[in-house]
């Protein structure tokens, strides 16, 4: 049980161009899930939090227009990179999390701009 | 959250046990010991977490000191498969709080 998977696990896009994240809890609810980015050789840095049917709450320094993110249902939550660069490129990692337990992480996506 | 102390890396040979050190000494009395560990290009996989008393499961030994300022994961018998960055984290349980990841430890399974 507890499994959250992502797609799609890698993508390329072209500099300037919007890409889409999926991230989906397959055997729970998700109340709050959870976006974070990790660039090679360094830690996870947890980009935002969000509730199911409420706005993203931003860690500091994460730009909310370019990283749009939505959790419109108990099972999906979408990033969205928008107009997305080079220095975009990096894992994306989300986990998921119901009412008061543990948080489950999905697999990671790939992200490379060209 | 208490922050926490882990070595860069570490390396172990195979077969043998791993014992991984943390050090978090202002930990606060409702704050538990959480470990995860991340497998190159994956997501981070839960491995085992306690509050005052040693804790076992299938994968791993935690070991925590009385005054609860440091702790020690044990991995009993290493494989290759278990190379990863091993992290531990200090949380308040399983509320409404996040998972935040420090550096991390660098475990190098040596064949």
């Known amino acids: 049980g507890a499994v959250v998977s992502q797609h799609p696990s890698w993508v390329i896009c072209k500099s300037g161009t919007s890409v889409k994240i999926e991230c989906r809890s397959l055997d729970f609810q998700a109340t709050t899930m959870f976006w974070y980015r990790q660039f090679p050789k360094q830690s996870l840095m947890l980009m935002a939090t969000?509730?199911?049917?409420?706005?993203?709450?931003?860690e500091q320094g994460v730009e909310k227009d370019k990283f749009l993110i939505n959790h419109a249902s108990l099972t999906l939550s979408t990033l969205t990179v928008t107009s997305a660069h080079p220095e975009d490129s990096s894992f994306y990692i989300c986990?998921?999390?119901?009412?008061?337990?543990?948080?489950?992480f999905g697999p990671g996506t790939r992200l490379t701009v060209t | 959250d208490a922050k926490t102390t882990q070595p860069t890396s570490m390396d172990c040979a195979e077969g043998r046990a791993a014992n991984l050190p943390c050090n978090h000494s202002?930990?606060?009395?409702?704050?538990?010991v959480y470990w995860y560990r991340q497998i190159h290009s994956q997501g981070p996989q839960y491995i085992i977490h306690?509050?005052?008393n040693n804790e076992t499961n299938e994968m791993a030994s935690l070991i925590i000191t009385e005054d609860r300022k440091s702790s020690t994961l044990i991995l009993p018998h290493a494989t290759l498969r278990d190379t990863a960055v091993y992290y531990c984290i200090v949380r308040v349980g399983t509320s409404y709080d996040k998972v935040i990841f420090g550096p991390g430890t660098s475990l190098s399974v040596i064949p």
């Open positions: 986990s998921a999390r119901q009412l008061y337990y543990e948080q489950y």
């Open positions: 306690g509050l005052k």
């Open positions: 969000s509730n199911e049917g409420s706005k993203a709450t931003y």
């Open positions: 202002t930990i606060s009395g409702n704050e538990y």
